[in-house]
T-cell receptor, first 112, second 110 residues
Framework: NAGVTQTPKFRILKIGQSMTLQCTQD?????MYWYRQDPGMGLKLIYY???????DKGEVPNGYNVSRSTTEDFPLRLELAAPSQTSVYFC???????????FGSGTRLTVV | GENVEQHPSTLSVQEGDSAVIKCTYS??????FPWYKQELGKGPQLIID?????GEKKDQRIAVTLNKTAKHFSLHITETQPEDSAVYFC?????????FGAGTRLTVKP
C-alpha cells in the first residue's frame, strides 16, 4: 500500500530555476492538497484540488502552479525559484472534505 | 480566513504524566477536528479526530474533547511514553480544505 508518494525527497535549486514536485496517490482519492512547512511553523495551504480538472488557490499560492489531469497525480510547479520558497513541501490526499488526510513524506527544497 | 490558535507551543512532561494541548478556532462552520502527529523527518499522521456532533472521543491513551459553543477542542494523552515525543498539530475544516494550528512540540522525558 504506497499511499501518497512524493518525489524528489531533497532538491537544491538556484534562484530563478524552475522545477516540478511530483505527487501521486493510489487510494483513488478525489481531494489532493499541497502544503508548505517552514521551520518551526505549521502547514500553509498552497493549492488544492477536489477532482481531476479542478484546482483552487489556498493561503499562499503566489509563485506556484498546479495541474490535475488525472485522479492519481497532482504536480506542483515552481517557476523562477526564490529563497522565500525554501521549505518542506507536503502533498496530501483525502476521500472527502470531512475526512483525515494521508500525507506524503515530503520534499525538502532549498533555493540558493 | 479561518484562524486556528494552538497552545502551548512547547510542552515537556515526565514519562507517565498526562499532556494536554488546546486549540481554538473562529469559523463556526467547521465540523471536523483532527489531530496529527509529526515525527522528525516525516509527514504528519492522523492520530484521532472528532466530529461536531460528538463531545469526546477516546482511543486507548489518546482522547479529544470538543466544545463547539466555545470553539475549542483539546488533545489529551495519558500515561505518556518517550515515543509520544513529536510535534502535534490540530486542524479544522472550514470549507474544502484543512487549516492547521502552528503545532506543539511535546517532549516526554524518561
Amino acid at each position: 500500500n504506497a499511499g501518497v508518494t512524493q518525489t524528489p525527497k531533497f532538491r537544491i535549486l538556484k534562484i530563478g530555476q524552475s522545477m516540478t514536485l511530483q505527487c501521486t496517490q493510489d487510494m483513488n482519492h478525489n481531494y489532493m492538497y499541497w502544503y508548505r512547512q517552514d521551520p518551526g511553523m505549521g502547514l500553509k495551504l498552497i493549492y488544492y484540488s477536489v477532482g481531476a480538472g479542478i484546482t483552487d488557490k489556498g493561503e499562499v499560492p503566489n509563485g506556484y502552479n498546479v495541474s490535475r489531469s488525472t485522479t492519481e497525480d497532482f504536480p506542483l510547479r515552481l517557476e523562477l525559484a526564490a529563497p522565500s520558497q525554501t521549505s518542506v513541501y507536503f502533498c496530501a490526499s483525502s476521500y472527502s472534505t470531512g475526512a483525515g488526510y494521508t500525507f506524503g513524506s515530503g520534499t525538502r527544497l532549498t533555493v540558493v | 480566513g479561518e484562524n486556528v490558535e494552538q497552545h502551548p507551543s512547547t510542552l515537556s512532561v515526565q514519562e507517565g504524566d498526562s499532556a494536554v494541548i488546546k486549540c481554538t478556532y473562529s469559523d463556526s462552520a467547521s465540523n471536523y477536528f483532527p489531530w496529527y502527529k509529526q515525527e522528525l523527518g516525516k509527514g504528519p499522521q492522523l492520530i484521532i479526530d472528532i466530529r461536531s456532533n460528538v463531545g469526546e472521543k477516546k482511543d486507548q491513551r489518546i482522547a479529544v474533547t470538543l466544545n463547539k459553543t466555545a470553539k475549542h477542542f483539546s488533545l489529551h494523552i495519558t500515561e505518556t511514553q518517550p515515543e509520544d515525543s513529536a510535534v502535534y498539530f490540530c486542524a479544522v475544516t472550514p470549507g474544502n480544505d484543512m487549516r492547521f494550528g502552528a503545532g506543539t512540540r511535546l517532549t516526554v522525558k524518561p
